[in-house]
């Protein structure tokens, strides 16, 4: 039994055309993509409940931001050396910060994971909130805490405008946009190369790149 | 000029100074007033460009206060809100829709001419509309165990020892003693370390490809790999990425650019899979194997190969590819292939090494959910399999017969065929005048092509071979592939009856297409 030839006619007819179009795209620098909506992850998500995101409509998960806060700064407060004006960006950036590293930036789910198959692996936290619902009392609760926290820190100091700007940017890059409905569940990526969905690159010996007419019945013989 | 123009507006100057003095004593009527002013003058601390920042956001953080709570995503977004009005017109207007719609002219005319036989299937069945004998290209039947009398004798002594029924799913009181015997004869056979038996040959590789397969691995796969590969890659919702058919160059290159995403996105290493079938379905080509197992342990990829059309019928004594490439079967990780093609029995099995299959106990999807073959068709298996072991000059037959088939058809005008040389089932499909090569839909015309082809079928049928299209599920399948007939080669006729059959096919093709023309 000889080894099988591959000079066959391909048959196929792929149906997804412009996914064939593979690597003739130039790569975007920045693209804004949308994760996490196909059907089966939606499904995936509404078997059970996610005890990852329930937690924050507790009322005791409001008090905490509260509580921290002023901790934090009772805290910093206590460093020899501190001025007024340091010590509340410090306690704006750090809390900033952290709330954007727990709500904006890991994905996935700590506990259940088995429950859900993978379904949230590319949601972050705040995406997680309420199934995806906008506007909901928690999520109005975590939209004003820094908020106030920034006019409590003007309130109290008097900011040099540097400091102001540092503040107000940080409060609008960290703790604003990524909360915006619009930006639910969208990402953006940088500097992408050639995307590889569902296509994979058009090889030469794909019948597409042929002269039709350099096949000949030869190659059936 | 400004004299008047000052008079003009004079009264309503005065209206503004006077409405907003009787603002003002209003507001400090108010308690807490001067707690508000003296706030807001602190906080102001003479910037009036800070003042209207912090105004903005206030201004923002109330809207978003304000703002009313939209849906979930899972809850539909389109659903339309309708009133109690509306939506007693709509009742009234309904009316229900039948169940199932009217068949179209065409597929009135396809499912009736699907062939009634009289009588066991076989070589040379006999038609039920006509009463004539047909010689059986359609059915898969490759080593002639269709109404083997070793086999019909087994089954008769099993049915009388062990009924009919198997009383359940295999993991809950439906594993028989001759189950447990057929998959270590098969394990045997095949010299893998173990098998599993599944009761239906078509959700033998759907439930495989899930059980190993999760949201998060890799699964490299070809692009014309059968409906029920498809369907088990989609269930198992792993990441996909399609290879050009039977193309390993391609399949090289998606090897690479996986690897390269994987180290671009630093993800953790996940299992990594190349699925495959060793005699496609489609179109009868077959697979490279050494070649393949070369990339996978190059790559460090596991190869889940469906050996649904190539067990029973290839190599020496029908053990498959490995046994035709001389590959150990122990180099495959999981070698699923199909009783009810093969064997002539029924149901598939996957096979592997001990872990592999004891994985499957439980995580098999139709082994856990669906019930276990009855014992006869266990026993007919075994039986099959000692068949191949001791006459393999059967095999030799085939490959006679295929060679027979392929030499008349070839010879045919109009038509071109598919597939490997040694394949047992030979796909062709209609010539036109640009072969087949570019990949816009437009180049042919699928239903006039079908029409064609249904046309010869019944010819054929009429003269005596009975051939069928290859059905696929229109719109469902990933890619749409050109109709095709597609011969069934058997070792049960002899060679002089395969080429007579043959001949057949080919005046009917030679006269249908001369008719349309």
């Known amino acids: 039994m000889s080894r099988p030839s591959l000079k066959l006619p391909h048959l196929a007819v792929p149906v997804p055309a412009d996914s064939l179009k593979g690597r003739r795209r130039s790569g975007s620098i920045v693209k804004v993509e949308e994760v996490g909506g196909r059907t089966e992850e939606l499904l995936d998500r509404s078997a059970y409940l996610n005890i990852n995101a329930n937690w924050v409509n507790a009322k005791g998960a409001w008090l905490i931001h509260v509580v921290l806060v002023f901790m934090g700064k009772i805290i910093i407060d206590t460093i020899p050396g501190m001025t007024q004006q340091i010590s509340w960006t410090l306690v704006n950036l750090i809390y900033l910060n952290l709330s954007y590293l727990m709500f904006h930036w890991v994905t996935g789910i700590p506990f259940d994971n088995e429950l859900h198959g993978g379904a949230y692996d590319d949601l972050t936290l705040w995406e997680q909130i309420d199934d995806g619902a906008q506007y909901t009392p928690s999520k109005k609760w975590l939209f004003t805490a820094p908020i106030l926290l920034f006019l409590a820190s003007t309130h109290y100091t008097n900011y040099n405008p540097w400091l102001f700007a540092v503040n107000l940017t940080a409060l609008i890059v960290l703790a604003i946009i990524p909360k915006l409905p619009q930006l639910h569940r969208q990402r953006v990526r940088f500097l992408t190369g050639d995307a590889s969905g569902v296509s994979t690159p058009v090889t030469p010996s794909f019948p597409q790149m042929e002269n039709p007419t350099s096949i000949t019945d030869a190659h059936f013989k | ?517």
């Open chain 2, 1 to 517: 000029m400004e004299n008047s123009a000052s008079a003009a507006l004079e009264p309503l100057l005065s209206f503004l100074t006077f409405s907003l003095s009787t603002l003002e004593s209003g507001f400090y009527k108010l308690p807490g007033s001067a707690v508000v002013a003296r706030y807001v003058k602190s906080s102001h601390q003479n910037d009036p460009g800070r003042t209207i920042l912090e105004l903005i956001l206030i201004i923002f953080a109330i809207r978003t206060l304000l703002q009313s709570r939209t849906r979930a995503d899972r809850s539909g977004k389109h659903f339309i809100k309708f009133s109690e009005k509306e939506i007693d017109e709509l009742v009234d207007e309904w009316t229900p829709e039948p169940l199932v719609q009217p068949l179209t002219e065409w597929e009135q005319k396809d499912l009736s001419s699907v062939p009634v036989i009289a009588g066991p299937n076989g070589p040379k069945p006999k038609l039920f509309s006509t009463g004539k004998t047909v010689t059986n290209l359609a059915s898969f039947n490759f080593a002639g165990l269709a109404g083997n009398e070793q086999v019909k004798d087994r089954a008769v002594d099993t049915l009388r020892k062990y009924g009919l029924g198997s009383c359940g799913p295999p993991g809950f009181y439906g594993t028989i003693d001759v189950h447990i015997d057929f998959e270590r004869d098969i394990a045997e056979f095949l010299g893998t370390e173990a098998a599993i038996l599944y009761s239906q040959g078509f959700s033998t590789i759907s439930s495989v490809i899930p059980a190993f397969c999760k949201r998060g691995d890799i699964i490299v796969a070809d692009r014309s790999v059968n409906f029920a590969i498809q369907k088990g890659i989609q269930i198992s919702r792993s990441t996909v990425r399609w290879y050009d058919h039977n193309d390993l160059k391609s399949l090289e290159d998606t090897l690479i650019s996986v690897e390269k995403e994987r180290k671009k996105r630093k993800g953790p290493l996940t299992r990594r899979f190349i699925i495959t079938e060793g005699i496609f379905e489609r179109d009868g080509e077959m697979v490279d194997l050494p070649k393949l197992i070369e990339l996978k342990l190059k790559y460090k990829y596991r190869i889940i190969l469906d050996e649904s059309i190539s067990f029973g019928t290839m190599g020496r004594t029908g053990r498959g590819l490995t046994e035709l490439y001389n590959v150990p079967a122990s180099q495959i990780d999981m070698l699923v292939g199909s009783v009810a093609n093969g064997l002539c029995s029924a149901g598939g099995f996957c096979a592997g090494s001990a872990i592999v299959v004891d994985h499957q106990r439980i995580n098999g999807t139709s082994f856990v959910f669906s019930a276990s073959m009855p014992a006869l068709l266990a026993t007919s298996g075994s039986e099959a399999i000692t068949y191949l072991r001791n006459n393999p000059s059967v095999l030799l037959t085939l490959q006679d017969n295929i060679r027979a088939v392929r030499a008349v058809l070839e010879k045919t005008e109009g038509i071109t065929l598919l597939g490997h040389r040694a394949s047992p089932i030979i796909h062709f499909c209609l010539r036109t005048q640009q072969q087949s090569l570019s990949v816009t839909p437009a180049t042919y015309d699928y239903e006039a092509e079908e029409r064609i082809l249904q046309d010869i079928v019944d010819d054929a049928i009429a003269n005596g071979v009975l051939i069928t299209r290859a059905k696929h599920l229109r719109g469902q399948e990933m890619i749409e592939s050109r109709p095709t007939i597609r011969i069934a080669v058997t070792a049960a006729l002899t060679k002089k009856e395969v080429e007579k059959a043959a001949g057949v096919v080919k005046t009917s093709v030679t006269r249908i297409l001369s008719k349309r023309r």
